[in-house]
């Protein structure tokens, strides 16, 4: 890869001349760019190619990954919660006034302050997010032997979730978007950060090639038992906690604390938008966030058509993986 660095300028001059798509079910409210596989906006892929130009990683940092609509908000308020929580509890957490997003910065959307920080405090260790794909990710974290936790879902309940994010980001009336459309282009790879495909098939490969530094969390599965996967998480990522701490109910509090119930209900996740999101020129206000929540809400979209089409992709494209998936 190029490792010259490049100004801001000839990054958007240059992600001009990817290839384009925009989604016709949002009315080509939005144009996404294909770089080195993947789809995304603009303002992303500023970011992206930033970071994997400017961005070294520190053998202390800890990647939080996942295609977007996977868990990301919650794994972010979790390991937000574990790692501080000798500093705050559920009485003063910076989770009541901010949106988990800007508790944990993103690599992509925050490559700038990532690094200003980086300068004025080498030790600081705050886990990073990230929605890029692992063969896209700077060099130097590949190269690393830092620890990435990846987070995935039911894929079925990932292109939902992103159906109504995108609506709503774009405030496209519901009954203007065919949900059928949204389906087949998430089929054909084409979305934010998609194919999901890739996405999953990468971090997939990395967890089988180097699992002492790969975890992977599976969003039913953190549902479903989140004491133990809460446990694990923190074990991984170096902040284990004492058998004092389980005693006294400290994991138990943290889950109830990043609960969707908890959260969801915090006026700043009801009505605020995210530090710098209108620079970015992408607003996605914070409620978007926080929809329902819940395991299986496909069932309440799907035709059985499509159900059937893409279990038959995701035996295509991702049973080499031995993620359950369906
Ligand atoms: P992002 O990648 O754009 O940051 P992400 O957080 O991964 O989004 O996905 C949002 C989904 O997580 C939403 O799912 P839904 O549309 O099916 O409802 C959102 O409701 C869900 N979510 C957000 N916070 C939590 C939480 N604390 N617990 C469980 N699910 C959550």
Redesign the pocket.
């Known amino acids: 890869m190029e490792t010259k660095v490049m100004s801001a300028r000839d990054i958007e001059e240059m992600i001009k001349t990817f290839p384009q798509y925009t989604h016709s079910w949002v009315k080509g409210r939005e144009i996404m760019y294909n770089y080195q596989g993947i789809w995304c906006h603009p303002k992303f892929l500023e970011g992206i190619i930033s970071a994997q130009h400017t961005f070294k990683a520190q053998p202390s940092d800890v990647f939080l990954c ?1 295609h ?7 794994l972010k ?1 979790i390991a937000f919660a574990i790692v501080t929580r000798q500093k705050f509890d559920e009485s003063n957490t910076p989770l009541l006034t901010n949106i988990p ?1 800007n508790c944990i910065p993103s690599l992509e959307k925050n490559i700038e302050q990532i690094l200003e920080n980086r300068h004025i405090d080498n030790s600081c260790i705050t886990p990073i997010a990230t ?1 890029i794909p692992y063969n896209l990710l700077p060099e130097s974290i590949r190269a690393s032997n830092c620890k990435i936790v990846y987070i995935y879902r039911d894929i079925k ?1 990932v292109i ?2 992103y159906y ?2 995108m609506l709503g980001r774009l405030n496209v009336p519901i009954e203007d978007a065919p949900f059928e459309e949204a389906f087949d282009e998430f089929c054909q790879g084409i979305n934010v950060f998609g194919p999901i495909w890739d996405h999953l098939s990468g971090f997939a490969k990395a967890s089988l090639e180097r699992p002492e530094i790969t975890l992977l969390l599976k969003y039913e599965d953190m549902i479903k038992d989140p004491t133990s996967n809460v446990k694990r998480l923190a074990e991984f990522i170096g902040y284990p906690f004492t058998t004092q701490e389980e005693k006294e109910g400290v994991i138990e509090r943290i889950i109830k604390m ?3 119930e908890n ?1 969801s209900k915090l006026e700043v996740n009801r009505s605020g938008i995210q530090n710098g999101e209108r620079a970015r020129a992408i607003v996605s206000e914070n409620r978007l ?6 395991v299986g ?1 496909w069932e309440n979209h799907f035709t059985d058509e499509m159900k059937e089409k893409i279990d038959k992709l995701i035996n295509e494209k991702l049973s080499h993986t031995g993620l359950a998936l369906k």
């Open positions: 996942s977007p609509k996977s868990g990301t908000t919650w308020a997003h929605h309940d939902v979730s109504h994010f990043c609960s969707f959260l966030y926080f929809r329902k929540g819940k809400d």
